[in-house]
Structures are given as structure tokens and as C-alpha cells.
């Protein structure tokens, strides 16, 4: 039979994959959502590193500028996620996306999460764009 360990093992894989596919339904949220699913889903403050800007900024800021016109047809890969503690959970994921007429873009996402009151809350998010792999363009 199984020992208690495999057991626990067996759980807590399980638990980690509920926890990546919560957070990544939070994701897919705010790629695709307004303000309302910001000011639900970051924490107080949040640490951004975008190409053409970074650092630390509040909720309600960073809420303020999402706009209606959002992404769609949205792609996601995880490449990696892990969660050094209960409280305390980190993702990076392969990304491609189409925001209205524009070329589809692609990047390596990254977000961490805090877990306060039993709600997880983005607290860090990081995207490096990826060109599209065209060759010769």
C-alpha cells in the first residue's frame, strides 16, 4: 500500500497544481480585464519591471490605467512555478497575445503572489518581450 508520506506527497502535488491553475485564472483576468479585476486582484503595492517603465507602484494606479481595450486571443505555457513558502507563490509563463489590430505579442511573463487573509495578491509582475521569431525581418 501506500505510506503516509506518499500520501502526502501525492497531496501536496496536487495542491500545488490547484494553486498554479488558480493563479493562473487570475491571470488570464487581468490580461483580459479592467479596472474592477486590478483593484480585486493586486496587492497594496506592486513591483513592475516592463521594458519601458519600472518600480514600485500602488494598486489603484496601476488599476487606473487598464483599459477596456484589452488583449485577446491570449496563449499561455507555465515554464516554471514554485512556492518557497504557504504564504508566498511565483510563476513565469510563456505568453502570446493580440491587442486589437496590432501585431500578436509575445513575451516571458513572471508574477508573484502573496497570500493575505486566505486571498492571494499579485505583488510582482515582470514581462521581457520576445520578438516573434521571424527570421530575416
Known amino acids: 500500500g501506500k505510506s503516509d508520506l506518499d500520501v502526502i506527497v501525492a497531496g501536496t502535488k496536487e495542491a500545488i497544481m490547484n494553486l498554479q491553475d488558480d493563479l493562473l485564472a487570475m ?8 479596472k474592477a479585476v486590478y483593484e480585486r486582484t ?13 518600480g514600485v507602484s500602488s ?10 481595450n484589452r488583449w485577446h486571443g491570449l496563449d499561455i505555457e507555465v515554464e516554471g512555478f514554485l512556492q518557497p513558502t504557504d504564504d508566498v507563490a511565483l510563476l513565469t509563463y510563456h505568453a502570446s497575445a493580440v491587442r486589437g489590430a496590432e501585431e500578436p505579442y509575445e513575451a516571458r511573463v513572471s508574477s508573484g503572489y502573496v497570500r493575505r487573509g486566505g486571498h492571494w495578491k499579485m505583488m510582482f509582475h ?12
Open 126 to 137: 515582470q514581462q521581457t518581450p520576445l520578438s516573434a521569431g521571424k527570421e530575416g525581418a
Open 59 to 68: 494598486r489603484d494606479s496601476i488599476a487606473e490605467q487598464a483599459d477596456a
Open 27 to 34: 491571470e488570464r483576468k487581468l490580461w483580459s480585464g479592467g
Open 42 to 54: 493586486l496587492d497594496d503595492d506592486c513591483l513592475i519591471a516592463f521594458t519601458e517603465m519600472a
